[in-house]
């Protein structure tokens, strides 16, 4: 789940600069006003998402968040639009990318027991992360046969689509008590002996 969210931020998110001044044509400073825009939408994406996790839930937030980040991905690059449009489209194009962050360290917390959660936790995260990194080097190479936009397109939508397939086998975790997650007594002692 985290390499698909990861891996869709980072193949948006190190590949916009280059797509904006390649293929939009904007001037550096253009190119900075579109990503000063961009910035303002991850801000609301990230309190949007801290909001969203606890009201409806944590694998609800991911799952809109996925859902839409996949929408709005492919209506960015392959929707004809000039680029007062595409600069106003950032916003929500960053929020929906971007809320599904703020409720990744409650959701890891809440899978694991107290005896391996910060291991785990940090594992799950970091791996994700890691593996998610291969996302914009695949862009770059790709991009040499393709048009950029869809490639950025087309790998982000399959980040999105693979943090989808990895939700569905996952848990709800919100309200879930983390005395829960402990092993019974008698479960010790039968791992014990």
Known sequence: ???????????????MPTYLRTVRHLSATNTGWFLLVQIFGALLGFLLGAFLSDIIGRKWTFLWSAILSFIAILLYMFLPMGNTALLFFGIPLQVVFLMKFPPMGPFMTELFPTAVRGTAQGFC?????????FFPTVVGFVSQGLPLGATIAVFSALASGLMIVMLLMLPETRGRSLASLEPEPAQLLETAQ
Do not use: D, P
């Not at 789940?1 to 931020?9: F, N, R």
């Not at 995260?125 to 990194?133: H, T």
């Open 1 to 15: 789940m985290v390499t698909g969210a990861q891996g869709g931020g980072y193949a948006l998110g190190i590949w």
């Open 125 to 133: 995260y970091n791996a994700g992360r890691a593996i998610g990194s």
